[in-house]
């Protein structure tokens, strides 16, 4: 039996990964145990997890797995700071104590942490192999086209290339500084969210507005060819050189200075979204149309950052040049930790690959699953009230009543999702046929922008009566963005025709009003009930009570915090938001029936948003 540890750290949403004879058996991302999110320090809490869960010491480790190189990584940030000399020597000064103190020395690091017990060698990947490799090896494809997008690995920005078997050949690739996952958080910052966190607000954002400032993007910041590469006009961008992502000549050609964060949007505000959206769009579109073109493959994996935009990728499918399309569910930098182990397994080691249906992901519940005691132990600390059902047919009965009734329930239950979806084990579910429900939840429990859309969760079979999306496809991730479909949609007044920005919500658009976005789009998860039988039976009992197979399910966290992982986690997002009700495994608890805890009232004061 081989043994791999991936691991990821340092930069953004640090992770640990573990895999056996390439069976993956567990994931998980550190800012679930430290409740930071995006945590990037040394995933400790992590990689402790995914030990106990192969249940093995570090003693029986074939190799530990790094999922970028360090030296390479510091060669582009020495040559870029003296390409700006003198004005990227600040920035490279300021970087340096973390570069020197960890990041240059991860083996140190990694034999640190393990005490110097590890009778294994550490293996090196670079970041975009650890990406492509995650999304072409747990894949169901023998053979397929990899595009991998984000901001910066050591430095590539943009990969391609292909999977056979176990090996994966890349192609060609875009380098920094022209980077498309730059380009998109410049924008991200100049809307005033946060950068690497606030990206899928301003694709939220962009159906609000009209793409006017796209030509004026195309003409003055980005000059990009039919092939899909591109270069950027780094006169509007700081990143090389500063802290900031973008200059006084961004600020400039748009005639305003950046927003301040949570202050008020404005239709300028949802016209940049949309235009940055519109051509993050282009590029990614005529990538994979050069990649299908160049490879000839009609299967295609994903991942890095930017596969995270399933607005885009929805765009991939719709356009039918590819006739599969996988993305891996951790796309970002945790998803890294996975690749790397995978990529040493089958490119370095040589290991024969076996294909397994419908993907070797596990539906991404590879985190950590509690015990009843545990649960108790929990519920009891807080005097918590419940009832516990004696089977998951009632308790899924039960959970189902209570989605019908218009109640907004918090499932704990399973094993926690690696990535930064929730896909019904840490998620709030509440009716999809509620036209109020999208405004409640983002305000009274979210505590976020209402303009913020909700993904629904589809029994698998149903989906084509709901969504207009290719017969047989599947979006087990919520990765993919399609239209809703016609039969579902409703008529708009003129009045609602009319409506501009914001006030496109007051529209009821569908027969469920709660997951249909502004431009009648929908972020779809497809339920299997083979991968997950207890979230399908939820949903086929609310459909068995309503007619309807859709409901609503977004991540169970609070504003500013990761999704929750363990029972006292979850208890306590419950009791601090106006959720109703509370499932953890088969213990049901109802809001009124419960005490106060302390800090509920000072978070419901500190969130209170209009």
Known sequence: MTYLLGISAYYHDSAAAIIKDGEILAAAQEERFTRIKHDSNFPVNAIEYCLKEAGITPEKLDGVVYYEKPFLKFERILETALAYVPFGMMSFINAMPVWLNKKLFIPKQIDK??????????????????????????????????????????????????????????????????????????????????VNSGEYKVMGLAPYGEPVYKNLILEKMIDIKEDGSFRLNMEYFGYCNTDYMFTKKFSDLFGRKPRKPESRLSRYDMDIAASIQAVTEEIILKIADYVYKKTGLHNLCLAGGCALNCVSNGNILKNGKFDNIWIQPASGDSGGALGAALAVYYKALDNKRNIILPDSQKGSLLGPKYSEEEILEALNKFNAKYKKYNSEEVVTKVIARYLAKGKSVGHFAGRMEFGPRALGNRSILADS???????????????RESFRPFAPSCLEEDVEKFFDIKQGKKSPYMLLTQPISENMRLELSKEDKNLKGLNKLKACRSKIPAVTHVNYSARIQTVSKEVNPRYWNIINEFKRLTDCSVIVNTSFNIRGEPIVNTPENAYKCFMFTD?????????????????????????????KLD
């Open 113 to 194: 942490h393990f005490n110097k017990k590890l009778n294994c060698p550490i293996y090196f990947t670079t970041h975009h192999e650890a990406h492509c490799a995650s999304a072409f090896y747990p894949s169901a494809f023998k053979e397929a086209a990899i595009i991998c997008l984000d901001g910066v690995g050591e430095w590539d920005t943009v990969t391609w290339g292909y999977g056979r078997g176990n090996k994966i050949e890349i192609k060609q690739k875009i380098e920094f500084p022209h980077s498309l996952g730059m380009l998109y958080s410049a924008f991200t910052g100049f809307l005033g969210f946060k």
């Open 579 to 607: 959720l109703d009700v509370l499932v953890i495994e088969n213990y049901v608890l109802v809001k009124e029936e419960q005490d106060k805890i302390e800090g509920s009232e000072q978070y419901q004061k500190q969130f």
């Open 433 to 447: 046929r509620s036209r109020y429900m999208q405004k409640n939840l983002n305000l009274a429990i979210k505590k």
